[in-house]
């Protein structure tokens, strides 16, 4: 019984202890509070600071140190408010971002306040760094003001102009929406399209500073037969005419799917800001167009001290994309056009007519309809002849094949030259259509290789050497080689 009661006695001990510790925080914390009435009997309890409807709301203008900028409204279809940030309207904003500021100014909820304060300095609302005004329908208005960050919670003293003497403490997850910036409420994802939609692109486009001209490519017609084959190939035809490589068209198209930013660095920007950001003039600028947009997607990029800066469309946004930039800003012509200047198929033709050193050579193309796997419908040479005489298919296909592997090294930067053709291959298609393919000495063991007139691609004199080696084994019924030795 005696070692109960000391153990008892200990625990009041403790307890009394306990309580006076208690009571020495609750005096300090008192003690550093600013002015007004004690808080900690309602911690527990938010304090309703404005309460109603964004429905009776008419407009916000928001004001920070980061800028201003006001939210406005528009009906939708069945009669409610839908907001947004009037000066994002040209822009692409998170979706709901005015709707989400609306929302905070309707209902404005506090954890503390502090009531009879006549030093609003020590709160910061002498001077508020933020200020939001409300207009209502009714014609009435508030505006709220936002002081000096809470140092232990990072959030804001506030009070209204309905009440300055009643300061509120706001928590940071409710005072954070009126502190962003206008970058702060774009979204950073620019393109987000799937691999339908890029396979539909018609044409790319490319200019600036970093181009000596323009570049011009489209999308084969449906009709043509490469695009009949299944294959999403496009066509170089300005400022030369070739085809693109596939590679590029593939990366190219992986890289527009998805566009992101890595952050906001001018929102209407001043002409002293275009400026700096290399956005007067972009060094290079990209366009691409898809028959189910209404406008084509213009990506305006410049490379400024390692880091690229970005605009998209009429968008008066300047994005960063950081050091690593873009895939394509940069591009050339060279980077892009294939090295086979032309590469029609067999199947598609009527006639191959092969002039070497003034000799022509016709050769009549026969095709039918294939039955044969992987091939099916698609029509392919059965029978070629010379003269009227048949030659052997298959040495023939190999003959055709070093015909088509004339890779060009460069090009000739639009070269004029009075020399005749030494090497010429005329194609005509079973359209009526036809392709020349020209090949004229140049000098220095190259030859102009000119397509349909224009010499604007240099080839090693090689490939020359090597039909004059073939040519002959094919007419003469040998085994036509294309290797090289």
Known sequence: MRKQMKSLTIALACLVVLAGVLVAVRFLLKGSEPQGDDPLGNVDELINVVSGSSEDIENITV???????????????????VWYIEE????QPVTGSGNAVASACANINAEEKFEDVTDLAQYGLDSPGATVDMKYSDGSSRTVYFGSAVPSDGGYYMNTSEDKGTVYVLSASSSNVFFRSLGDFLNLQLTAYEDAVMAGITRFQMEGALLAEPIDIVKPSEESEIAKLGFNLYDIVSPIQMEMKADVTTNLTRALMGVTAQSVVAVHPTEEELATYGMDEPQYALTVTHPDWEEPLVLKTSRVNGVTYLMKNREPVIFSMGSAGVLWHGWQLEDMMSNMVLMPRLGDLKTV????????YEFAVETAISEEKGTEGQMMPTRITLDGQ????????VFYQLMLNCIVNSRSDGAETEEAAVLTYEYVYTNGKSDVVEFIPAGNRRMYLALNGAPDYF???TYYDKVVEELPKLLNDQQVSIDWN
């Open 63 to 81: 004001k920070n140190p980061s800028g201003q900028y006001k939210v406005i409204y528009r009906k939708d279809t069945s009669g409610a408010k």
């Open 88 to 91: 994002l309207l040209e822009a």
């Open 353 to 360: 007519r092969v002039t070497l050193e003034g000799t022509t």
């Open 390 to 397: 048949e030659l052997d298919l298959g040495n023939f296909k």
């Open 459 to 461: 080839i090693k004199d």
